[in-house]
């Protein structure tokens, strides 16, 4: 799709919209969010933004803002109706603004914007960008996408590792972002601290700071630029572009002040060069003139001092006078061009020298001076070998002679030592390690040897007069090189077939300590479990350990051969000791089990088993009998302890229910103790077989759940209850004497009890009770309740036994008798009187009872506060109390 024509024709094909490569999901991602960050860092000026690109396009408000904030310029007023006609306008106003700009809109429609075309959507936003961020850019009379692309060229230039030719795989590294803002605001980011081969943290970093300092928001991530194997070229020459526009404001005016200070450094700096190169010319061509008569001078000395003192001078022109010179003639050329090319730049006219002073002038001079030092020194030098060349070589092979012969020494006596036949293979080792370093040496003297023998030689050829003695000497220095070199194989093959059977019987050594370890280990274990006294309480457990004991016998074969497979490793040890004649040294290092000690625990472990055996065989029998006395004792408990059970539930029943007489039920009650007392034997004879199964240690028994203490405890409980009971129908047959109750009134009494004893446990509580007085008729206050409790539960447990109810009633029904007599008693001893007096009670009765009932007086006061005179009510609660009354 071509996006402008006429002055925008820079738009290539390649730049098109290309349809086919929007399809391409990692594309399409990164222009989405490249798209779509662009976008809001523009509508954010207006104080709004988009989240879905092709979405909030659709009504065209937001895409007519976007074109109002990034052209300064204000649209027609857009449609605010929500209905699709109204969206389709809308969307047309943008792209009739779009295409007002010069921009040809191809394949683009209001009705695919509106319709949320995911594809033409970014394809129009890309030319929105095109449009109003890239085509504006210029640079050296580029513009455009060449035109960004030469300005992130030229930015990044001097850095390393950033290569700028296109808007795509030039940036993966993020190298070129960090460069672009590190050359504009290099405070912002280290860039010596960068890697290339680290791209997420390069484009984090420069994404994250351009957000944070340069207001560029973060239009990709790192991960959508490495993830991808080309980036979008579209996405980041969008994110590129911000970066430019970021930057480009602050570097015209840079630009433009100090176009004017550099005009005027240029023009001063080109006036002093022209001095300096005159005055720098004329200092050397001096130089070279007075310093080449000195280098043509070949006078020859008639001593070797003078000639070294010579040589002396020279290196001293070569060390100290020339490089300076050379210094200054470099830096006169380097001078020379760097004016002529500022010169040229600024459209000045060329710089001529003085006449004789041009760069070829001394460029020849130079030329000359340097032949001349180049004969000078090769004269000298040939000078000096002449004299002392013979003398060099004759010192030089007295030198090496003795260092060669004081190496040498002792080394004959080292190579013919056997003390490899004692070593232990740790030694032997050291030894080769020593030896082979011995090997290395000699073979670095080799060169040495060569070097004497090629001294001697040369100074055979010149003549020297000491010939003789120098050619004996080395004669017997090579002489003694090859007997070195004898004795050092020799001494290589005795160590190295001493190692191989070192390594062998380590081997074995090392095979007979991993396989003894754990067979001593396991004939431990053995011994400790065979010897190890077992505690078992049943015939199962008995049995598992039985089958236990015969299933590590069973493992007894097997281990016998491992056995003899370990004392065969160590038999062959022996035989090679003996075979090769080998000095060993000590035991084996990697364990201290030895083959008798492997031996003797073996023999215990053969003597245990059968130990063991008669031990399980024991204890199999004593478990038996365990299990006779548990079924035996079982047995009886089962039959004893649901007897006990019932029979207590038996008297539970006739101590509640009413069948006959209160002698009738004593004696039914009596009968049933003496069929009690009757069953005892059995309770005895479970006795002894509790003794028995207490004198053979068993403390449990799964045949029953009934143990001998249950059984105590129940039948003490049965006998208990038994003569409690019958103790309660003897005090009920004495209140009902003593009371002259009749059995009716005692079934009754019985029947009211049974009827609010809900619980049927013989006994009523608190609140039972309570509710039977009220059916009763009696009309209860807490006060009254609470005295009447006090006497029915002096003990206040909060219960009512059927006794206490018997006494209760039993008195309730006397007292309305009792109160008469009282009355009766109160008018003869009174008279016409309401009250009693003291005198009168001395008077009328016996002087034991008179006493008796005037202390009880003593406290109540009568009427008319006569001190001890009591009315009715006092005399009578005085003599029965108010529990009584």
């Excluded at 000639?307 to 060390?319: N, P």
């Excluded at 069973?554 to 004649?581: F, S």
Aim: with cysteine; hydrophobic share 35%.
């Amino acid at each position: 799709m071509e996006h402008y024509d006429g002055e925008n024709d820079y738009m290539h094909q390649e730049d098109d919209w290309d349809r086919d490569l929007l399809l391409d999901p990692a594309w399409e991602k990164q222009q989405r969010k490249t798209f779509t960050a662009w976008c809001n860092s523009h509508l954010r000026k207006a104080g709004t933004q988009i989240e879905n690109i092709e979405e909030d396009f659709r009504d065209g408000l937001k895409l007519m803002l976007l074109l109002e904030v990034i052209s300064g310029e204000r649209l027609a007023k857009p449609e605010r109706g929500k209905m699709r006609v109204h969206k389709i306008s809308n969307v047309n106003k943008a792209l009739n603004f779009i295409a007002s700009k010069g921009v040809k809109l191809v394949s683009i429609g209001a009705e695919e914007i509106v319709d949320g075309n995911a594809k033409m959507t970014l394809g129009m936003i890309w030319t929105i960008i095109l449009r109003f961020a890239i085509q504006d850019i210029s640079v050296e009379e580029t513009s455009a996408k060449e035109g960004l692309l030469l300005w992130c060229q030229r930015k990044t230039a001097p850095y390393k590792n950033v290569n700028i030719q296109n808007f795509h795989i030039s940036w993966k590294d993020g190298l070129g972002f960090c460069a672009l803002i590190h050359r504009h605001r290099p405070e912002l980011i280290d860039y010596g601290k960068l890697r290339k081969d680290d791209p997420m943290t390069n484009l984090n970093t420069a994404f994250d700071v351009a957000e944070k300092y340069l207001d560029i928001p973060k239009m990709l991530d790192a991960e959508d630029i490495v993830g991808t194997a080309r980036p979008d070229e579209k996405a980041i020459m969008t994110y590129v572009s911000s970066f430019y526009h970021a930057f480009s404001g602050a570097q015209k005016a840079e630009t433009a002040a100090n176009r004017i200070c550099k005009v005027l450094a240029v023009n001063q700096e080109n006036e002093q060069l022209m001095e300096d190169y005159e005055k720098l010319a004329s200092d050397l061509l001096e130089w070279i003139r007075r310093t080449i008569p000195w280098l043509e001078n070949r006078l020859p000395e008639n001593t070797m001092q003078a000639m070294q003192q010579k040589l002396e001078d020279f290196r001293d022109y070569r060390r100290l006078h020339k490089p300076p010179k050379v210094q200054e003639k470099c830096q006169l050329e380097i001078n020379f061009n760097t004016l002529q090319t500022k010169l040229r730049l600024s459209n000045r006219p060329a710089f001529m020298p003085s006449e004789g002073k041009m760069v070829s002038d001394i460029n020849n001079a130079w030329g000359s001076l340097e032949g001349a030092e180049k004969g000078y020194e090769e004269w000298l030098l040939n000078e000096i070998r002449r004299l002392e060349r013979l003398d060099h070589l004759a010192e030089k092979f007295r030198q090496k002679a003795a260092i060669h012969e004081a190496w040498t020494e002792g080394k004959e006596d080292l190579l013919q030592k056997q003390d490899y036949e004692t070593a232990s293979l740790s030694e032997i080792k050291a030894l080769l390690k020593k030896h082979e370093a011995f090997e290395s040496d000699l073979a670095a003297h080799q060169d040495r040897v060569e070097q004497i023998a090629a001294i001697a030689q040369e100074l055979n050829e010149l003549d020297y007069y000491d010939s003789p003695s120098v050619n004996a000497r080395c004669q017997r220095i090579c002489d003694q090189w090859d007997a070195l070199g004898g004795m050092t194989v020799k001494r290589t093959e005795a160590l190295q077939r001493t190692e191989k059977l070192l390594e062998t019987i380590d081997q074995l050594y090392l095979e007979f300590a991993k396989r003894a370890a754990p067979f001593n280990n396991w004939m431990e274990g053995a011994m400790e479990d065979l010897q190890d006294t077992f505690i078992v309480h049943t015939i199962e457990e008995i049995q598992g350990l039985s089958t236990a004991h015969e299933q590590f016998k069973a493992t007894l074969p097997e281990a016998d051969k491992e056995r003899l497979a370990i004392l065969g490793i160590h038999n062959e040890i022996a035989k090679i000791v003996q075979t090769y004649h080998v000095n060993m040294a000590g035991t084996n290092p990697y364990t201290t089990i030895n083959p008798q000690e492997i031996n003797a625990k073996w023999d215990k472990v053969r003597q245990l088993v059968p130990q063991r055996d008669q031990a399980l065989i024991e204890e199999h029998a004593r478990q038996q009998n365990n299990e006779r006395l548990r079924r035996q004792f079982a047995t009886q408990a089962n039959v004893i302890g649901p007897w006990i059970q019932t029979k207590m539930e038996e008297i539970g029943r006739i101590s509640i229910e009413m069948h006959g007489t209160l002698e009738d039920q004593l004696t039914h009650l009596r009968q049933y103790e003496k069929s009690i007392v009757n069953y005892k034997p059995k309770i005895d004879q479970l006795e002894g077989d509790h003794q028995l199964i207490q004198e053979a240690l068993i403390f449990d028994n799964k045949h029953t759940n009934y143990t001998m203490e249950h059984i105590r405890v129940g039948w003490e409980q049965l006998l208990t209850t038994i003569a409690r009971t019958i103790n309660e129908i003897e005090n009920q047959i004495l209140t009902r004497d003593a009371k002259g109750i009749s059995q009716e009134q005692l079934n009754e009494f019985r029947a009211s009890f049974n009827h609010f004893d809900r619980k049927r446990t013989g006994i009523m509580d608190a609140e039972d009770f309570k509710t039977c007085l009220i059916s009763m008729g009696y009309n209860l206050g807490e006060n009254e309740f609470s005295r009447i409790m006090s006497t029915v539960d002096p003990n206040r447990m909060g219960i009512v036994t059927f006794q206490a109810f018997i006494d209760f009633m039993s008195r309730e029904t006397a007292d309305t008798d009792t109160a008469d007599q009282v009355m009766a008693s109160f008018k003869v001893l009174a008279g016409d009187k309401n009250y009693i007096l003291a005198d009168e009670l001395r008077r009328e009765l016996p002087p034991d009872q008179a006493e008796y009932c005037i202390a009880r007086m003593a406290p109540y006061t009568g009427p008319d506060g006569v001190p001890g005179a009591l009315d009715y009510m006092s005399f009578s609660t005085a003599l029965y109390g108010e529990s009584d009354l």
